[in-house]
């Protein structure tokens, strides 16, 4: 799917050239072009996310691009469009802004319109029990996830310990959200065993910290699997040809030379890829040599 940016400055001149655009991409075979994306702020680290209060370390609340009813109204002008909606929220208060936004096309959501909210870094424990009675997609990057340098020596300064809670995927999910996962490449890695790993331990790649970072946050196995494929495919609108493996699907697979499910979380990403297909058509073989070396027992659809 490709993804057109929304524009604070100038949207409402944008959409003719976002319905031009989504006509000139229909029919392309393996294309789409039907999601609006909105950046609602900018990230933690140089203090251009937006925070409901001020920053630990300085006077300032961050940086949002857009207002919060200018926001509101360009999501409304997009769903009226027939375009589903992507919001880059990374603070509380953009996170927010983001859900006051999918608030106001409830009806579009009920029907079937996709609201995407990306990374939600920071959410305010008073705006989890609304998700209930929205059809949202929390998308998370899980590799962020992790105590690693730039989590203890910018992050959680800027922040402080009163919102040191962050990537908060279990409540999300508990609280009715839809989870799915994405990299955020080239950011970070596109390795979505690495993405599982994490997700399920919240651990880096040396086991750290014990018992994982927040570890009330942690997933199954069986959750994160989930959002790395059905979860992506709802996001996307095509739940009804990707993201489950079962007859009349396109049969976009992945060959693991083990069983991850019967694996110790921390050795997800010991396995290997043997094969890929898209649509049935293979895409991707291991050298016979790392064929010979699995074990009937290992092997994985």
């Known amino acids: 799917d490709l993804a057109l940016r929304a524009d604070p400055a100038r949207w409402p001149a944008q959409l003719d050239d976002l319905r031009a655009a989504a006509d000139e991409v229909s029919g392309e075979p393996g294309l789409t072009c039907r999601t609006v994306k909105f950046f609602v702020d900018g990230i933690l680290e140089n203090r251009t996310a937006h925070l409901l209060e001020c920053y630990h370390d300085a006077r300032t609340r961050g940086l949002p691009n857009w207002r919060p009813d200018q926001l509101a109204a360009a999501v409304a002008a997009c769903d009226a469009a027939g375009f589903d909606v992507h919001l880059h929220a990374i603070g509380d208060a953009a996170v927010r802004a983001a859900i006051d936004a999918a608030e106001t096309i409830r009806e579009s959501l009920r029907r079937g319109r996709r609201v995407t909210i990306a990374h939600a870094q920071v959410v305010d424990p008073a705006d989890l029990p609304r998700l209930a009675d929205l059809d949202i997609t929390f998308c998370f990057q899980p590799q962020w996830a992790v105590a690693d340098a730039v989590m203890t020596e910018l992050t959680l300064p800027r922040l402080g310990p009163a919102r040191e809670r962050q990537y908060r995927m279990r409540a999300a999910r508990d609280a009715g959200a839809r989870l799915s996962f994405g990299s955020d490449w ?7 065993l690495l993405g599982l790993r994490t997700a399920v331990t919240r651990q880096d790649a040396d086991g750290q910290p014990a018992g994982g970072w927040q570890p009330d946050e942690r997933l199954t196995l069986s959750e994160a699997i989930d959002a790395a494929t059905s979860g992506v495919a709802l996001q996307a609108g095509d739940q009804d040809r990707r993201g489950t493996l079962r007859p009349g699907m396109a049969a976009d697979l992945v060959w ?33 040599s790392a064929l010979a070396a699995v074990r009937p027992e290992q092997e994985s659809a």
């Open 186 to 192: 080239p950011v970070t890695s596109p390795d979505v």
């Open 256 to 288: 693991l030379d083990r069983d991850i499910r019967r694996a110790p979380a921390d050795r997800i990403t010991d396995a290997r890829i043997l094969g890929t297909w898209r649509r049935g058509i293979p895409t991707f073989a291991a050298r016979v």
